[in-house]
């Protein structure tokens, strides 16, 4: 099959992934309803076609935190990534660069910093998670100093983890010792793909960042207790104020969904916001991002660049999120299907595709540049069609 959308990665990611590695990336929390919302609250926004605009020249660039995107688009950090393609994080990150965009790496991912560094040569974000252990914080923070990261993304949304279903029914967490083994290394089996370029040729398949937490043996089936025992479920806004002063970049929250605390992010100096309910893999019932993020543009103002991520599988989503107040999005399912379909080349072409949408999608609503997309562009709820 030729890809000709992201949801065609989707179903060659399926193909060649074991299933645990499949339904960890695929599924949300609970009975997924917020996972399914993302997609559908963005697919429900109507938007006003325009004609005789002059929309020859297309331009999509735009410049998030003193930086040039070729698109406002970047890659989200996404855990375990490093296990869908050999030393994964490093490819995902050469992808972006090369097509003009950012690449941020998860504290959870395979590919430590100092390796995605070296493999890159050019600056990429970091996320970070409050752990218990403040001091290995602060250590992560002066590696991603160190290896000259441009921005910090400072999640908030996981004092616990949400039960993810799916997780469970694969063997990924639901099937601890020697049994979670037999079960995930009979679906490996059967990916003989997989098994070659990354069971075999992708070692070591640790958490690269966490070694020194977990030892460098450390196992995949490390990883949910690795959570449950680490991630800090005291976290509270001193903990963000700890962090904007260790980190003298730009600083950006991810996971707010309410504009009460948007504000109170705002009002803390940090740079900007991702608005997210974690792909729908917290709270099964949040809000869409899409619903959100109005609110929250709202409630901040101008005062930090607002983000986006959550349902985004196209350069139609795309367009729609930054018509809502969204000055940027962030992909996360949509890259990781890439690189698992097509290592660094599926990145690179689902990129490719979204920015292609986008410029269609743009002179399609008469909009020639970045700056030029708003509301006006979206037919409202109250609206009656314009014939």
């Known amino acids: 099959m030729r890809p000709a959308c992201v949801m065609d990665y989707r179903e060659l ?19 997924e309803v917020t996972l399914h919302n993302n997609t559908q609250d963005l697919a429900n926004i109507r938007l006003r076609q325009r004609v005789l605009r002059d929309v020859d020249r297309i331009d999509t660039s735009t410049t998030l935190f003193g930086q040039a995107f070729s698109l406002p688009v970047a890659l989200g950090p996404v855990g375990l990534s490093g296990l869908y393609a050999r030393r994964g994080e490093v490819q995902a990150a050469q992808a972006a660069h090369v097509k003009g965009t950012q690449f941020c ?3 959870l991912s395979a590919c430590s910093i100092e390796e995605v560094h070296a493999g890159t040569h050019q600056p990429f974000w970091f996320q970070l998670y409050v752990m218990r252990d403040r001091s290995f914080m602060r250590s992560l923070l002066t590696q991603a100093e160190v290896a000259g990261c441009s921005a910090l993304v400072f999640t908030v949304d996981l004092p616990t983890s949400g039960a993810r279903y799916r997780d469970t029914r694969s063997g990924l967490s639901g099937a601890p010792g020697w049994r979670g083994k037999v ?27 966490l070694r020194p937490l977990l030892g460098k043996d450390a196992r995949l089936e490390d990883f949910f207790g690795w959570i449950s ?28 969904l309410d504009a009460e605390d948007a504000r109170q992010a705002a009002a803390l100096g940090v740079d900007g916001i991702i608005v997210s309910n974690h792909g729908g893999r917290q709270l099964d019932g949040a809000s869409s991002t899409a619903n959100a993020l109005p609110f929250i543009v709202e409630a ?49 072409e689902v990129l490719d595709i979204i920015h292609e949408e986008l410029r269609v999608a743009m002179a399609l609503t008469g909009c020639k540049k970045i700056t030029e997309i708003d509301a006006n562009i979206l037919i409202k709820p109250s609206t009656k069609d314009r014939t």
């Not at 645990?20 to 609970?30: K, V």
């Not at 680490?230 to 260790?246: C, F, Y």
């Open 13 to 31: 990611a399926k193909r060649r992934l074991p299933r645990f590695l499949f339904e960890y990336i695929d599924g949300g929390s609970y009975n």
């Open 183 to 209: 079960i995930r290394g009979s679906q490996m089996l059967r990916c003989p793909g997989w098994l070659m370029d990354v069971g075999l040729q992708g070692r070591p398949h640790t958490f690269g960042n």
């Open 300 to 348: 901040v103002g101008d005062r930090v660049t607002v983000l986006v991520d959550g349902g985004i599988r196209s350069g139609l989503d795309v367009l729609k999120m930054l018509a809502l107040g969204a000055k940027g999005v962030l992909l996360g399912r949509a890259w990781a299907y890439g690189l698992a379909a097509r290592k660094a080349a599926g990145v690179g």
């Open 229 to 256: 025992d680490n991630i800090d479920a005291s976290i509270s806004w001193s903990d963000l104020e700890m962090v904007r002063q260790l980190w003298k970049g730009p600083l950006i929250i991810k996971g707010i």
């Open 105 to 107: 790496l998860s504290t």
